[in-house]
């Protein structure tokens, strides 16, 4: 599992480091950062890990997502990580209708889980599964 939270890391409000790799520069998608906001992202790989990143009008990132299973948080949080196994390392959650139900992490990173029936009883259900992370 690649650790990317020292170290050579994507930082908000920073260039993307410099030995990332563009995945392809001819392809630009858009990538939901909010509920109802779809931006121009870029995508590009760093460490072997697999990011979806948005520059701003310096080109600084503004927001970096990966739904990369080789990505992992230091204290072991994953791509594919049930709720259940993981609640007792997570802070509040916090519900976006529209765009997920995520976590904020003891890093800089958020903890999604993307599931389109996610809630019962206003509650994560313990079978939701991490589906990214992101900073923004």
Known sequence: MALIENGNE???NK???KDAKIVDNKRLSLIMTSAGSLLPSEEIKL??????????????VS???TFDKAFQLRNGIKIGDTYVKIKNKLQKGIYEPGFSYY???NSNWYISFLDGHILKNNKIA????VKSFFKR
């Open 126 to 129: 313990d079978t939701c599964k």
């Open 103 to 105: 976590f904020k992490s």
């Open 10 to 12: 994507i930082v908000l």
């Open 63 to 65: 927001f970096v997502t």
């Open 15 to 17: 260039p993307v480091p």
């Open 47 to 60: 460490n072997n890990v697999t990011f979806q990143v948005v520059l701003d009008s310096k080109n600084n």
